[in-house]
């Protein structure tokens, strides 16, 4: 059965920093990885996803992730935190080879500090 | 282009009462999704429609929830009686397809409270 893993309740971050969500997952199949950002009140907003191709995938607000299958891992990344970025952040994954829901995490609060 | 609608966005009931939940997806979306979200957990799929057909439904608690999406646009999720572990946001989802790659673009979701 696949599932996905945020290892962290919460990351805090000092503004202006690099800032890292951490995300492993387990598929049986080829997977397809997906970040989501929620903030308060709000619904889930669409970060990014990766499919296929390069490792390095970009997204809104100057999101990355990076697929590293070896590890199976699907880390957030941003090179330079803003005090908006506080909110709480999904990592979702889905089976690409089988016919299955989506699974999301438990999500992590990430805090830039001013 | 308009979002996802859902109404209302604050609920509160006394247990063993019902309650219904409605949704309109984006525009032209016929993939639409409904989600539990427990406080600090992350959204669980109750169910999912392509068009007006389920597609899965495995995790709906089918003796108290139900849902349809009759003419394949609107949808209205009920629950019936509700308990106290109902108490969770309620998220519904849209699609522009049903690949599996496709994102979901989210309503701002249905607060409901079961004193």
């Known amino acids: 059965a696949q599932s996905v893993a945020q290892p962290e309740d919460q990351v805090n971050v000092a503004e202006g920093n690099p800032l890292t969500v951490k995300c492993t997952y387990s598929?049986?199949?080829?997977?397809?990885l997906f970040w989501y950002v929620q903030y308060p009140n709000r619904g889930l907003q669409f970060l990014l996803k990766?499919?296929?191709?390069?490792?390095l995938v970009k997204g809104s607000y100057g999101f990355e992730a990076e697929f590293n299958k070896s590890q199976t891992s699907f880390h957030l990344k941003k090179p330079s935190a803003l005090v908006s970025d506080s909110a709480l952040y999904f990592c979702?994954?889905?089976?690409?080879?089988?016919?299955?829901?989506?699974?999301f995490g438990k999500g992590t609060r990430l805090h830039i500090l001013p | 282009e308009a979002g996802v609608a859902q109404s209302p966005r604050y609920k509160i009931i006394e247990k063993r009462q019902s309650v219904a939940f409605w949704c309109n997806p984006i525009?032209?979306?016929?993939?639409l999704y409904w989600y539990q979200q427990i406080l600090g957990q992350g959204p669980k799929l109750l169910i999912q429609?392509?068009?007006?057909?389920?597609?899965?439904d495995s995790q709906l608690p089918k003796d108290r929830f139900s849902a349809e999406r009759l003419k394949g646009v609107d949808s209205t999720l009920k629950i019936q009686p509700a308990k106290l572990e109902d108490s969770a946001v309620y998220l519904c989802?849209?699609?522009?397809?049903?690949?599996?790659?496709?994102?979901?673009?989210f309503g701002p979701g249905t607060r409901l409270t079961v004193l």
């Open positions: 525009s032209g979306h016929a993939t």
């Open positions: 979702a994954v889905r089976d690409g080879n089988r016919d299955d829901k989506i699974i």
């Open positions: 598929v049986s199949g080829n997977p397809y």
């Open positions: 990766y499919i296929t191709g390069d490792n």
């Open positions: 989802a849209s699609s522009g397809g049903q690949a599996l790659y496709n994102e979901q673009f």
């Open positions: 429609f392509q068009n007006n057909g389920v597609v899965d």
